[in-house]
């Protein structure tokens, strides 16, 4: 049904089989009740209130669900809160001053442990003194920093004086970072002198100096000095140091500001289907609600446990799952500077044996690497310690899925498979570990009161077994509420394909095919539309693709996603160049050169295949489908549109070649 991407019905997705919760862990599981998704859909949307039960409301709201205006949802209307200090704050009151909040582990095996008063006190020092350079409520601030400790505070302190973070991940290039502060008419950027990853420092501050002399408005900038000695810098005007600050401010406190449910919390901004980023719109209430529901239901965060979620901050994951979901539920979340494989590929292993963590979450990508490198290294440590094993980002295969469960969990630990996304700011689809069995390759059924539908492109349900678009048909908490760039936007990417605004039916579009099966679990096939997720990030090839045909004497360029085994996708592009450029290896560094520069490492591509002219229909649309089939190996799909047919056969030829 859909294969824009070659994942049609006829390439059967396997799962594995089924396995059902281990007795030890349903015991002392968070949610066990399986009546919970008759109880949800029954009182439905009411039984959103027990997300919103589990943090501490300044003003109580009035009504659950506003959805007069829909797909303009709004959430927990009349209610007041403040994230930081349900975060924070409440936790001290609760006599858990001294509980460990975030277990730092850097880079060099530095480390470094907050408690919840500790990190009190970072927050509030640092909302003081952004007040202090002119940071008012609602004013977005950027924030450009690796995986220190400073990240969650500058998020935090802004949360307490009501101003919306926009979290660029460090590893972003100077342009993105440019892109996404004019976007958001921000003001304000907090990033740092460098940082190290594997063994090198990088310049995290000429990236931003960068950045700064591409925009129209004026920026002031805190640096947070991470590297000292090994990296001097100089601050210019409107630059100030973190630590001066933190100094200046030092003992000062900041009543957290009170923000209504429906005010916004953050903006993030992800790859959409053109190549403009999109600014996905979070909000308070709802938002932190359901993320500190869903910590406490699927990954059965608890407060005395040691939570480790080694995804970075600069993405939703780390948003969620690393910052506002374990702390508004008061545990230990622990945050890792590194790489997996540095200084060694146990490297992971050693951190959970030292601090004992209870939960463990990541990424297939890691997960399949862990695999390619062997039991040996994960067998070096104890891991009994590890109660749940959770895994987001992209589809997990039985075999990494399996490998997980054995030689990671040792087959003691449920394993969720969490499908959401940026826009449906927390988990949506997964098993509940304390009820449900677990289907390796499948993410599991919609949570309670996550109406889940897969359709056809007429929105009709498919039937079991078949793929299709991956839809939610009521609206949930941890929502997107709508785009930065605007209203009309968020409708024309979410809303538009499948809802039928005259039966008052508002189903939004994930952008993700799937299959249903009889019992209710999905299977996440991948992307329809035009964004390639690698490694677990989410990249638009339209912004791949004007980032090479930027490059003096590419005449046109098509980028790809490409099965392969172990990294999950990697990009392949395609690219013609204008006659007299036949240096294909100068045009192959320059096209490397300004990806990296438009968006950065991550969206390099792993091969640049040149072809004299892509395949095209007769209306001159580039035909990205059959790119794809051929990257894939895949059985080609009709060719019969073409207008140069025997380009492709000509493409494949140069592709065996090689
Ligand atoms: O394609 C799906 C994939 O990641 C996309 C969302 O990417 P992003 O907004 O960056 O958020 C990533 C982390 C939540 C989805 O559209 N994806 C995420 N989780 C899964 C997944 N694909 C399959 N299985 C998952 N568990």
């Not at 006829?10 to 030890?24: A, E, Y």
């Not at 005010?263 to 999109?278: A, I, Q, V």
């Not at 290294?377 to 891991?383: A, G, I, Q, T």
């Not at 895949?634 to 000509?650: F, H, K």
């Amino acid at each position: 049904m859909v294969d824009r991407n070659g994942w049609g019905g006829d390439r059967p997705v396997l799962t594995g089989s089924r396995r059902s919760p281990p007795p030890s862990f349903v015991e002392q599981a968070n949610v066990t009740d399986s009546g919970i998704y008759d109880e949800f859909d029954a009182n439905w949307p009411d039984c959103w209130e027990r997300a919103a039960d589990l943090l501490s409301w300044n003003r109580p709201y009035e009504t659950v669900l506003e959805d007069e205006n829909a797909p303009f949802y709004r959430w927990f209307t009349g209610g007041q809160l403040n994230a930081a200090e349900n975060c924070v704050d409440r936790h001290l009151e609760a006599g858990r001053k001294t509980h460990t909040a975030i277990r730092w582990e850097g880079k060099h095996g530095d480390r470094k442990t907050y408690t919840y008063r500790d990190l009190y006190v970072a927050i509030n020092e640092f909302a003081a003194a952004l007040r202090e350079l002119g940071v008012e409520e609602d004013d977005v601030v950027t924030i450009y920093l690796p995986m220190i400790p400073e990240l969650p505070i500058a998020m935090l302190a802004c949360a307490r004086i009501g101003a919306p973070h926009s979290v660029v991940f460090a590893g972003l290039s100077a342009d993105a970072l440019a892109t996404r502060m004019d976007a958001a008419d921000s003001e304000f950027l907090v990033t740092c002198d460098g940082y190290y990853r594997r063994g090198d420092a990088f310049n995290q501050k000429s990236k931003a100096d960068n950045a700064r002399l591409k925009l129209a408005q004026d920026v002031r900038t805190v640096v947070v000095d991470r590297l000292g000695e090994d990296l001097p810098h100089v601050l210019g005007d409107e630059e100030f140091d973190y630590h001066g600050l933190r100094e200046e401010f030092a003992g000062e406190t900041v009543e957290p500001v009170p923000r209504d449910a429906e005010d916004m919390l953050f903006l993030m901004y992800t790859s959409g289907t053109t190549g403009e980023p999109k600014g996905v719109v979070h909000t308070t209430g709802g938002y932190l609600s359901h993320v500190a529901w869903t910590s406490h239901a699927v990954l059965d965060v608890k407060p005395e446990d040691t939570y480790w979620c080694a995804a970075d901050i600069g993405w939703i994951t780390g948003h969620s799952y690393i910052v506002y979901g374990p702390l508004a539920l008061g545990t230990t979340t622990v945050m890792y500077e590194g790489t997996p494989d540095y200084p060694d590929r146990d490297r992971l292993w050693e951190i959970v044996d030292r601090n004992a963590v209870d939960i463990f979450y990541t990424a297939p990508t890691a997960i399949r690497a862990f695999m390619k490198w062997g039991e040996d290294y994960p067998d070096r440590h104890d891991l009994s310690s590890l109660r749940l094993l959770g895994s987001v980002g992209e589809p997990i295969s039985p075999r990494p899925w399996n490998w997980y469960y054995e030689h990671v969990g040792n087959g003691e630990c449920p394993v969720v498979d969490t499908w959401w996304q940026t826009e449906t700011g927390a988990v949506t689809i997964s098993t509940l570990p304390g009820i449900d069995e677990m289907k390796p390759g499948a993410a599991g059924p919609g949570l309670p009161g996550i109406d889940v539908r897969v359709v056809d492109e007429s929105g009709e349900p498919v039937e079991p077994g078949e793929s299709g678009y991956l839809t939610i048909a009521r609206p949930w908490p941890g929502m997107v509420r709508t785009l930065y760039d605007g209203d009309d936007r968020f409708r024309a990417e979410y809303w538009d394909q499948f809802s039928a605004p005259d039966r008052g039916e508002w189903w939004y579009g994930s952008g993700d095919a799937a299959r249903i099966d009889e019992d209710g679990y999905i299977t996440v096939l991948g992307r329809v539309d035009d964004v390639i997720n690698v490694s677990g990030r989410r990249l638009s090839t339209m912004e791949i693709e004007s980032a090479i045909t930027g490059v003096e004497g590419v005449a046109e360029a098509a980028v790809v996603g490409r099965s392969s085994g172990t990294n999950g996708t990697d990009i392949q592009a395609y690219v013609s160049t204008e006659g007299g450029y036949d240096d294909q290896g100068a045009v192959h560094e320059a096209i490397v050169d300004n990806i990296e520069a438009a968006i950065g490492p991550i969206a390099r591509p792993t091969d640049v295949l040149f072809t004299p002219e892509l395949p095209k229909t007769r209306s001159g649309k580039i035909m990205r489908r059959l790119l794809e089939d051929v990257a894939n190996d895949e059985e080609l799909g009709d060719t019969s549109a073409l207008r140069n047919p025997e380009i492709v056969g000509e493409i494949q030829a140069e592709i065996r070649e090689e």
